[in-house]
């Protein structure tokens, strides 16, 4: 089956410094990569649609300066939390959608900012 | 996409069946019924989808009724390793949709 991984998969920082996680579709290519936000004890939130090739798409409320999405190739793709804060520690999840357009989950980054 | 409504939580004794309902009153021609679950500090997982027809596969079946307004997931022999919080997503065919996660049901497998 289709197999997408994150790395790392959890990751502390400190306050007012950048983390970049990634997001690997292994054995597909895909055309469109999504990333969720987690709050503990609540549902997945989308925070931003990215198709390779071109600037990822925001979801309302979701600062793009804050939250860099970078689709550089067909199974790769980036999310870089910029000057994180203690409120940015959160699950973070990435999903992949293949030529089918069926969509498949990684296992999640757990980031704590102290 | 339609919305979905499902209970907050269930309970289930291992070995037996879990019957996780969805209704999704709302929905439209095109759009399919998708399950996934999510085991703690995990990814979601998918389970299965239908149109229109039961599906069965490995892991789950899944019941539409008629007019489609309702589903049910059936897990026919819940292990704990099912404790999980499982979402019923209304989504459109093709390319432009979003997954879109309701609060979904915890589902508490007993021993």
């Known amino acids: 089956g289709a197999v997408v991984s994150q790395h790392p998969s959890w990751v502390i920082c400190k306050s007012g410094t950048s983390v970049k996680i990634e997001c690997r579709s292994l054995?597909?290519?895909?055309?469109?990569m999504f990333w969720y936000r987690q709050f503990p004890k609540q549902s997945l939130m989308l925070m931003a649609t990215?198709?390779?090739?071109?600037?990822?798409?925001?979801e309302q409320g979701v600062e793009k300066d804050k939250f860099l999405i970078n689709h550089a190739s067909l199974t790769l793709s980036t999310l870089t939390v910029t000057s994180a804060h203690p409120e940015d520690s959160s699950f973070y999840i990435c999903?992949?959608?293949?030529?089918?357009?069926?969509?498949?989950f990684g296992p999640g980054t757990r980031l704590t900012v102290t | 996409d339609a919305k979905t409504t499902q209970p907050p939580s269930m309970d289930c004794a291992e070995g037996r069946a879990a019957n996780l309902p969805c209704n999704h009153s709302?929905?439209?021609?095109?759009?399919?019924v998708y399950w996934y679950r999510q085991i703690h500090s995990q990814g979601p997982q998918y389970i299965i989808h239908?149109?229109?027809n039961n599906e069965t596969n490995e892991m789950a079946s899944l019941i539409i009724t008629e007019d489609r307004k309702s589903s049910t997931l059936i897990l026919p022999h819940a292990t704990l390793r099912d404790t999980a919080v499982y979402y019923c997503?209304?989504?459109?065919?093709?390319?432009?949709?979003?997954?879109?996660f309701g609060k979904g049901t915890l589902l508490t497998v007993n021993p």
């Open positions: 999903s992949a959608r293949d030529r089918t357009y069926e969509q498949y």
């Open positions: 054995d597909f290519q895909a055309t469109t």
């Open positions: 990215s198709n390779e090739g071109s600037k990822a798409t925001y």
């Open positions: 709302t929905i439209s021609g095109n759009e399919y």
């Open positions: 239908g149109l229109k």
């Open positions: 997503i209304v989504r459109s065919g093709g390319s432009n949709y979003k997954l879109t």
